[in-house]
């Protein structure tokens, strides 16, 4: 944990002693005793303290963005919050999601949508993707059917393709979209499943404002995909006003 000087920053000249007690007992001792408390758990029992007690100011968001150094995800702080709500006051879960979404929302990454099992690489793949996506081999060629695990950032979709041998889709994380040529889009979910017959021209990729993740299951024995075009910006963002 990295050493802390709030007190003696805000309040060395006007309480010296004050200063002292906060920076080099509670923080210098209590603090950093990681054998009793990690600092992840130490930062959710004092933001929990201060909610519950109603302090929802500067101090509250100062924890909250150490919490976010000690390794609270966006998804811990959130169900946090949203259980302290019923015991503490709607308003007071109101007020802190407030900070919460300052604090955590601009900042999301794709690591935050690694999954099970885990983000994977970077695929440099301009000609076929629309943006920054990330594939993570689970079952490689060595197997009779490969499985990846396919994670698409906001917006990024893939052109239209073809397994010859057909491909399953398992949604694992956020929002996104699947469209077969001549059909309506289907928006998916985490759980749907999309089962791909070979030969389906189709794509698949992410909704405008969420990262998407996918496990991906096809039999490679009879080719590579065929790719194809990509759909246009104009139809795609149609997709999102409907």
Not at 54 to 83: C, F
Not at 105 to 117: P, R, S, V
Not at 151 to 167: K, L, M
């Amino acid at each position: 944990m990295k050493k802390v000087t709030a007190g003696r920053d805000y309040l060395g000249n006007l309480a010296p002693e004050f200063a002292a007690a906060n920076d080099d007992v509670l923080f210098a001792q209590l603090w950093a005793n990681e054998e009793a408390l990690s600092p992840k758990q130490r930062s959710m029992i004092t933001i929990s303290a201060l909610m519950g007690a109603g302090i929802l100011d500067e101090s509250l968001k100062s924890h909250l963005e150490m919490g976010k150094e000690n390794g609270i995800t966006k998804k811990e702080i959130v169900a946090m919050v949203t259980q302290l709500a019923f015991y503490t006051g709607w308003p007071k879960g109101w007020a802190v999601f407030a900070m919460v979404a300052e604090i955590y929302q601009e900042e999301e990454t794709a690591k935050d949508h690694a999954g099970l099992f885990g983000l994977g690489e970077l695929l440099d793949d301009p000609a076929h993707f629309s943006g920054n996506v990330y594939v993570k081999d689970i079952l490689d060629f060595n197997y009779p059917m490969i499985a990846d695990q396919v994670t698409f950032e906001p917006g990024c979709i893939n052109n239209y393709h073809i397994h010859a041998a057909g491909q399953i889709l398992l949604v694992t994380d956020g929002a996104g979209w699947y469209q077969e040529e001549g059909k309506p889009a289907q928006k998916l979910h985490v759980g749907d499943i999309v089962k791909i017959p070979g030969g389906v021209k189709h794509w698949h990729g992410a909704a405008k404002n969420s990262y998407f993740s996918h496990l991906a299951l096809e039999d490679w024995s009879k080719g590579q995909p065929e790719w194809l075009e990509r759909i246009s910006e104009e139809e795609y963002n149609a997709l999102e006003e409907e």
